[in-house]
């Protein structure tokens, strides 16, 4: 599984193609404030995703405010997107299930 | 810290100026949005910018996140080149084929160390290590002529002089090549920085010792057995790097593509240091 930083940056992609301010404030409302990506590290994050071709960027300029560089997901990030989300899904699952036992832990036979 | 000092020390460790200006450009935007979003929750501007510059954390977390692993892989391997480099250094004024022939074996080790990159890393890999073997090349010269004019006047005042330029000027050439390698890297605090001191300190300590001793070329005498292969080397090898390192020299001043990218780069850095003079966007 890759780190979930990614996985977030990807499925913020998914829904709609987005600058790293957008990406970051979406992530962070969206998890009603329980999920805060460090800004900083962001944007490293989104140029190294950029080089490995799963996301794309272009300069765009917005009404009043300076260029900005939007991201969109290419097919390659989308396709690693649903291989991500099986996995995380599975993953949570397990933990979720792990957290619900109660009990004391067997000894090992 | 003024906005243009953080997005300076945030791009620090990226060596292309192109890029570099293109990430100060969106971390520069980043900033001005999260300011103007502040500014409407009611804050005032200066402690708006202040907040958002807190908001993307320590510059200096943003230039390691931008060093790269392939960097540091390299930097290993060419760490290991300096030890066959440094008995070239060390040898120059004992003799120049042997010297070569130690010469020869860090090129290859640092051709080796590309190996596994893509083309282009590969490529300007080579070219950095053939930059550096060219400061040799220029010693081997400086010891090449110190022998002609040992010849003319062995201990005349010139000869002195000269030795003393191979001795002493080439370590220093090497050691001011390495740190300016690092320094460009960014801040002390990055891994190449750190390996380049190493390797600077290793130089210095290690070209003093062989200076010191005047190492006994006899215990080497096996590489002698070389001596056909070095020949060819000798003559072969130094014009091949010196004719690449010339024709990447004439190369640089010709792409003027990058010339004017670099230009720009430096305008938007102008730009940026107005913008704060202004108050516009910065923290001042």
Redesign the interface.
């Known amino acids: 599984m890759k780190s979930v930083p990614t996985l977030l940056v990807l499925k913020a992609l998914d829904r709609e193609s987005a600058?790293?301010?957008r990406i970051a404030t979406w992530i962070n409302q969206t998890s009603e404030g329980a999920l805060e990506l460090?800004?900083?590290?962001l944007?490293?994050?989104l140029?190294n995703l950029e080089q490995k071709g799963l996301i794309e960027g272009e300069w765009q300029h917005e009404a009043g405010?300076?260029?900005?560089?939007i991201y969109h997901l290419t097919d390659r990030g989308r396709r690693q997107l649903r291989q991500e989300e099986v996995v995380w899904e599975r993953f949570a699952k397990g933990v979720n299930h792990v957290m619900q036992q109660g009990g004391v832990l067997s000894d090992p036979v | 810290m003024t906005q243009f000092e953080f997005l300076e020390t945030a791009t620090s460790s990226i060596r292309s100026n192109q890029r570099a200006a293109a990430v100060r450009r969106e971390l520069a935007g980043h900033l001005d949005m999260k300011t103007t979003d502040l500014m409407q929750e009611g804050m005032e501007a200066s402690q708006a910018q202040n907040e958002a510059m807190e908001s993307l954390g320590d510059p200096r977390d943003i230039a390691d996140a931008y060093q790269s692993p392939v960097m540091h892989r390299r930097l290993g391997w060419k760490a290991i080149a300096g030890i066959p480099l440094l008995f070239a250094v060390g040898m120059t004024l004992e003799n120049p084929v042997y010297a070569l022939l130690w010469l020869t074996v860090a090129a290859v080790i640092a051709i080796m160390a590309e190996s596994g990159l893509s083309l282009r890393a590969r490529l300007s890999g080579v070219i950095t290590g053939v930059i550096s073997a060219r400061i040799l090349l220029y010693g081997g010269a400086v010891a090449g002529i110190a022998a002609a004019l040992g010849t003319l006047g062995p201990g005349g005042p010139i000869t002195s002089a000269m030795e003393a330029m191979v001795e002493f000027v080439v370590p220093v050439l090497i050691v001011l090549y390495v740190c300016w390698q690092g320094t460009s890297a960014g801040t002390t605090r990055t891994p190449y920085a750190m390996v380049s001191i190493v390797s600077a300190a290793f130089l210095v300590v290690g070209t003093f010792v062989f200076s010191i001793g005047h190492w006994n070329v006899a215990t080497w005498e096996w590489v002698g057995a070389l001596q056909p292969v070095a020949t060819a080397g000798v003559i072969g090898l130094p014009l091949l790097l010196l004719a690449t390192a010339f024709g990447w020299d004439a190369a640089v001043w010709l792409r003027w593509n990058d010339l004017r990218s670099l230009r720009r780069a430096r305008s938007q850095s102008r730009r940026n240091r107005q913008a704060d003079r202004l108050g516009v966007g910065s923290s001042q």
Do not use: A
């Open positions: 600058h790293g301010y460090k800004e900083g590290t944007y490293p994050l140029h405010q300076r260029e900005v560089r």
